[in-house]
């Protein structure tokens, strides 16, 4: 058995909280699933979108820090996150994103997939992968019908100075295997994952990319439980990482390192789950604080803007 099951969560940076319901929500059709606050900066908000139950590998998170600069692509982080669609309905997906009229939308083939290419207003770059195979339920909302909607995470592209660290590490102790290699890049895949592919593209002649709006904080694995998790987090300390304790982020237990490639890794876990403080039906709808915060919750309620969802 694989070590992590691919992909969790995606957290990114943005400059909107209203401006990541609007486009993640009611452009790409996520849902969100839970608002609360950064628990290490609870003055900002901390939106979930994914599909409609919140499953391990459709979940991006956001931290909306209003205003806040749009920080640079390049070395060193999560270049573009991959979402799986079913085959036939790019057609579908060039026409609402070009309706939105956010960013171009580019058509490509990577590693004999068809996916488009684009951006949200903070420049968070994403590509629509028509995915085989893939037979996660998608969530009918805003116009989307069930078997148009993003299924979930495809993937990632990490783009890094020099890929081979990170590999080694990827290929190695978190179980991935190489599929395949085109140039400057190299297809992984976490075994039996959906949300399974990870590609390292080497750009040694880009600058390190800076933090900011529209770019991925961390990427986060995942694990079923703490047990696995601490068995894994014991591995990656004999192997030298430094990787923080086993950190309660409520809806999932967290830890965090820093890959060779300098993108931060998390493995998460699938215990509890996002329905453990709200039902499926309402998921996302109550800000929900963290029992250290929740002794701020008038302050917060006045402090964070309403959204219209
Ligand atoms: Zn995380």
Redesign the pocket.
């Known amino acids: 058995m694989s070590p992590v099951s691919g992909l969790h969560?995606i957290?990114a940076i943005s400059s909107s909280a209203q401006g990541n319901v609007d486009f993640f929500g009611k452009v790409l059709g996520l849902r969100l699933v839970k608002k609360t606050v950064n628990f290490d900066d609870p003055g900002t908000y901390h939106l979930y979108f994914a599909d409609r139950v919140g499953s391990p590998g459709s979940v991006l998170?956001f931290f909306p820090w209003a205003g806040v600069p749009k920080g640079r692509p390049g070395t060193g982080e999560t270049g573009l996150t991959h979402f799986a669609v079913a085959p036939g309905t790019l057609p579908f997906w060039r026409e609402r994103l070009e309706g939105a009229g956010v960013a171009p939308v580019t058509e490509e083939t990577v590693f004999g997939e068809t996916r488009l290419v684009s951006a949200d207003p903070d420049g968070f770059g994403f590509a629509i992968v028509e995915a085989r195979g893939d037979d996660r339920a998608g969530f009918a909302t805003h116009g989307i019908a069930a078997n148009e909607a993003i299924k979930g995470f495809r993937g990632v592209t990490l783009t890094l100075a020099d890929g081979a660290a990170t590999r080694d590490l990827l290929t190695g102790l978190m179980g991935y295997e190489e599929q395949a290699r085109d140039g400057a890049l190299t297809r992984l895949v976490s075994p039996t994952a959906e949300a399974g592919v990870v590609d390292i593209l080497e750009a040694s002649d880009q600058r390190p990319a800076s933090q900011g709006a529209g770019r991925i904080h961390?990427i986060?694995f995942r694990v079923a439980d703490r047990a696995a998790q601490g068995a894994i987090r014991d591995t990656l300390t004999a192997e030298g990482f430094q990787v923080t304790p086993q950190i309660d982020?409520s809806y999932f237990y967290?830890i965090y390192f820093r890959s060779p490639g300098g993108v931060l890794f998390?493995i998460?876990t699938d215990e509890p789950g996002f329905a453990t403080d709200e039902s499926v039906e309402h998921l996302g709808e109550a800000l929900k604080l963290p029992a250290q915060h929740e002794k701020l919750r008038p302050v917060l309620e006045q402090k964070l803007p309403a959204l219209s969802v």
């Open positions: 969560h957290t998170t961390h986060a982020r967290a998390e998460a």
